[in-house]
């Protein structure tokens, strides 16, 4: 595992942090490649309910990927697509965990940072944080999965400003398209981050996960229950949680929850 990722857990809540504030967080490729093996191993861990991603210090998420090493590892073509293969595998991993997942964003949160973010479920931003998205400036194009993630969030028009433009957003625009889901003072946000993810650890984690699924399919464009959903459903009826929630309602006391 490389050095510049770190996996710390408290209690039910999981930290990942990219660990290179020298260079504002930059991903390298060895990081990248890193990633899905460490998000699997927090996935199957039965002690972590939430995951929390952040840039090491208050100064970035992630500037973007690592593009002092573009020379050596997207020199030519076959590199270049062997490049982006192992970015889209990290950001399915990060969007695909069944646990959710929260991106918390201090400062500058740029290209490939910004591709990490938008693989989380939610996105918590310090007043100081700078959203944007760079394929314009460098001459490249961004992934159709990328890009759904965006305008998924923002919708089309916004989705072309970031894109055509690669102008940086504030927190207070990105808050109103719906890329930034709240918005903090700096020396604030630490605790409301934690404060939630913590909140959603005493939570039905049958419920939190199937509601998790069931959104990512409407997104896809699913509009029916099928088969699998209804499934999610009847299932929860069946889970001690289920029975848990209902008496802890009847006693009027918070319930202890303790499906994984």
């Known amino acids: 595992m490389s050095d510049d990722l770190q996996v710390e857990r408290s209690g039910a809540v999981a930290t990942l942090t990219l660990d290179r504030p020298e260079s504002r967080n930059a991903i390298s490729l060895q990081m990248y490649r890193d990633l899905p093996g460490i998000l699997r191993g927090i996935d199957d861990d039965p002690r972590v309910k939430v995951l929390v991603v952040?840039?090491?210090?208050?100064?970035?998420?992630?500037?973007?990927?690592?593009?002092?090493?573009f020379r050596e590892v997207r020199?030519?073509?076959?590199?270049?697509?062997?490049?982006?293969?192992?970015?889209a595998a990290a950001?399915?991993?990060?969007?695909?965990?069944?646990?959710?997942?929260?991106?918390?964003?201090?400062?500058?949160?740029?290209?490939g940072g910004?591709?990490?973010?938008?693989?989380?479920?939610?996105?918590?931003?310090?007043?100081?944080?700078?959203?944007?998205?760079?394929?314009?400036?460098?001459?490249?194009?961004?992934?159709?999965?990328?890009?759904?993630?965006?305008?998924?969030?923002?919708?089309?028009?916004?989705?072309?400003?970031?894109?055509?433009?690669?102008?940086?957003?504030?927190?207070?625009?990105?808050?109103?398209?719906?890329?930034?889901?709240?918005?903090?003072?700096?020396?604030?946000?630490?605790?409301?981050v934690y404060g939630?993810?913590?909140?959603?650890?005493?939570?039905a984690q049958y419920s939190v996960r199937a509601a998790k699924e069931i959104v990512r399919r409407i997104v896809a464009g699913q509009r029916r229950d099928d088969t699998e959903t209804t499934d999610l459903r009847n299932s929860s009826f069946d889970t001690e949680d289920y029975a848990e929630g209902v008496r802890a309602f009847l006693e009027k006391r918070q319930p202890e929850f303790t499906w994984s």
């Open 75 to 87: 020199s030519d073509a076959e590199s270049a697509r062997s490049y982006n293969e192992q970015v």
């Open 196 to 203: 939630f993810a913590e909140l959603v650890g005493t939570r």
């Open 114 to 192: 910004c591709g990490l973010a938008l693989a989380c479920d939610l996105r918590f931003c310090d007043t100081a944080a700078k959203f944007a998205i760079t394929p314009a400036k460098l001459g490249l194009v961004y992934s159709l999965e990328s890009t759904r993630r965006l305008v998924d969030l923002v919708g089309p028009a916004q989705a072309k400003w970031v894109l055509f433009s690669g102008q940086r957003m504030d927190a207070d625009h990105a808050l109103r398209t719906g890329l930034a889901d709240t918005v903090a003072e700096p020396d604030e946000l630490s605790g409301l």
């Open 91 to 111: 950001e399915q991993a990060l969007e695909g965990m069944a646990k959710p997942t929260v991106a918390m964003v201090h400062g500058y949160c740029v290209g």
């Open 54 to 69: 952040r840039g090491a210090g208050t100064k970035a998420f992630a500037a973007g990927a690592d593009i002092s090493e």
